[in-house]
């Protein structure tokens, strides 16, 4: 994007440019012409004394420009950033790209699992390539921010984009999609309202018609840190020892396989996130599954337990205004449906695009903030471990 602006006309004499960060006020050039190229947040300032006097002598003109310009904005245009996320979404790269077109900022991907990444960021110390770290899941953004891989940032586009309870308050990671945590069941062996709420699945009406997901799962913490912030430490730990009580298999590794024995009646109810089920009932992972995904229904509680994929600028990184940059793009009104719906998660804010989930309807977000969620994740994992959830 190259703007020129003039102001006010020349009088005499020669020019000089200067590459500036901030437009210095028109002072003693008031009476000469002053161009301002902008590139992002790179500026020439550029001061004629004088208008070219032919034709020829402005195509020079224009030509030295450019080439001054080139000079100043190269910075800019050859920026690199790193970025460790635990997304792995083809649709992610196409936003890098387009964020990479908008600001000349290249991104270099690395992708791997989560807790891998956290690993190899804190190996890496100051020499880390790394400039963003995106995650999913608060409990392990928290746990990020606690090994101090962040830096704060403090944008006011992010605290705009970003709803104050889906980041962390001192600026060190960002919430970018949210996903909900819910009861999925199979409306052919229990009714609606006996999965109404997260309560209601330790009710013993529900005994070995239970499915749940092991306790390593950082989905399954945050959900009980959720559980601890709304009741407190004796109601969460009658709750799980209730719905271990009604368990109908031993703890699965994984959500997709327990919505399928949700789908198979090997369990009549589930807890498990939105976007395992959007996959499954959008086709992403086949006909088949696409099929089972048909006989499960998700019952939203009131309110519902809401996790985040995040993100921040690590303390490494050697270009922190250009990995703000990303994290402010990513959170922006052009790139937030595409972020979201690419792994069929909801945008930071609204129900967004995507059929599947318009055909979840509306929920009620519980108002407990990501931060306490993390701050509640090891008194949430001594609850499941002392209650007889594996
Ligand atoms: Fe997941």
């Not at 920026?79 to 387009?98: A, F, M, P, W």
């Not at 962040?150 to 970003?162: E, G, H, I, Y």
């Not at 959720?226 to 004796?234: I, K, T, V």
């Not at 271990?244 to 789908?263: C, H, K, Q």
Request: aromatic share 6%.
């Amino acid at each position: 994007m190259l703007e020129i602006q003039f102001d006010p006309l020349p009088t005499a004499g020669d020019f000089f440019a200067r590459c500036v960060t901030s437009i210095p006020p028109a002072g003693r050039h008031s009476s000469l012409l002053r161009i301002i190229l902008k590139t992002g947040k790179k500026r020439l300032l550029f001061i004629l004394n004088k208008l070219p006097a032919s034709k020829a002598a402005a195509s020079a003109l224009v030509l030295a420009l450019g080439a001054l310009l080139g000079a100043c904005g190269a910075p800019e245009t050859t920026t690199q950033i790193g970025v460790y996320s635990g997304r792995h979404y083809n649709t992610d790269k196409e936003l890098y790209t387009r964020f990479t077109e908008a600001t000349g900022i290249q991104v270099k991907l690395l992708e791997a699992k989560d807790d891998a990444l956290i690993e190899r960021l804190n190996t890496e110390g100051e020499n880390s390539p790394a400039d963003v770290l995106i995650l999913a899941d608060v409990a392990r953004l928290d746990r990020a921010a606690g090994m101090n891989l962040f830096q704060t940032v403090d944008s006011d586009a992010l605290n705009q984009a970003v709803p104050s309870d889906l980041r962390d308050s001192s600026g060190r990671w960002f919430g970018l999609t949210r996903r909900l945590r819910a009861p999925m069941f199979n409306a052919d062996l229990v009714s609606a309202e006996q999965v109404s709420s997260y309560e209601a699945l330790a009710d013993p009406s529900l005994k070995g018609k239970l499915c749940l997901r092991n306790r390593r799962s950082v989905y399954n913490q945050s959900l009980v840190a959720f559980m601890l912030d709304e009741q407190g430490q004796g109601a969460t730990e009658d709750w799980i020892k209730g719905m271990v009580n009604n368990l109908a298999e031993p703890v699965f590794s994984s959500d997709t396989p327990m919505i399928r024995a949700v789908a198979q009646g090997q369990c009549a109810v589930a807890l498990a996130n939105s976007y395992y089920l959007g996959r499954m009932q959008a086709g992403d992972k086949g006909e088949a599954d696409q099929n089972l995904a048909g006989k499960v229904t998700v019952r939203w509680p009131d309110p519902v337990h809401v996790n985040i994929t995040g993100g921040g600028v690590t303390r490494a990184s050697r270009n922190p205004e250009a990995a703000q940059r990303l994290l402010e793009f990513l959170s922006s009104d052009q790139a937030q449906g595409g972020y979201a719906a690419a792994n069929h998660e909801y945008p930071l804010m609204g129900i967004g695009e995507d059929p599947v989930l318009q055909a979840w309807g509306p929920f009620q977000q519980a108002k407990v903030s990501a931060e306490r969620l993390g701050e509640l994740n090891a008194q949430a994992i001594e609850l499941m471990a002392a209650n007889g959830w594996q």
